[in-house]
């Protein structure tokens, strides 16, 4: 069955860099979409970053234009590049995946993804 593997949280400091990885597993890595989310202890699960099948990204607004979703095929990874931290950032976070077809497109609805991952702390000092 496909399996997700988040690892590269870490502690940082403010305004640092930090990619965190996922690693897939038990399927055909090329026919998922997945979805970045984060929580925070007592406080509802985030959408942060997708990317579809085809490509397409989507960002939440907070972390527009400083975190970028990709995939590398050959390694069967999806990785989310986290840059200019601020210490809200500060989160368990978490990838998912579902299978789709070709054409559709990104979504933020945890509900809507099938697999998930364990979790990768991010902890980010001011």
């Known amino acids: 069955q496909v399996q997700l593997a988040e690892s590269g949280g870490g502690l940082v400091q403010a305004g640092d860099s930090l990619r965190i990885s996922c690693a897939f597993s038990?399927?055909?890595?090329?026919?998922?979409?997945m979805g970045w989310f984060r929580q925070v202890p007592g406080k509802e699960r985030e959408f942060v970053a997708a990317?579809?099948?085809?490509?397409?990204?989507d960002y939440t607004d907070s972390v527009q234009g400083r975190f970028i979703v990709s995939r590398d095929n050959g390694k069967k990874t999806w990785y989310l590049q986290m840059s200019s931290l601020k210490p809200e950032d500060t989160a368990v976070y978490s990838c998912?995946?579902?299978?789709?077809?070709?054409?559709?497109?990104?979504?933020?609805?945890?509900?809507?993804?099938?697999?998930w991952g364990q979790g990768t702390q991010v902890t980010v000092s001011s």
């Open positions: 998912a995946a579902r299978h789709t077809i070709l054409s559709v497109p990104t979504t933020r609805a945890h509900d809507d993804y099938v697999h």
């Open positions: 038990g399927g055909q890595f090329s026919r998922y979409g």
């Open positions: 990317l579809s099948r085809s490509g397409m990204s």
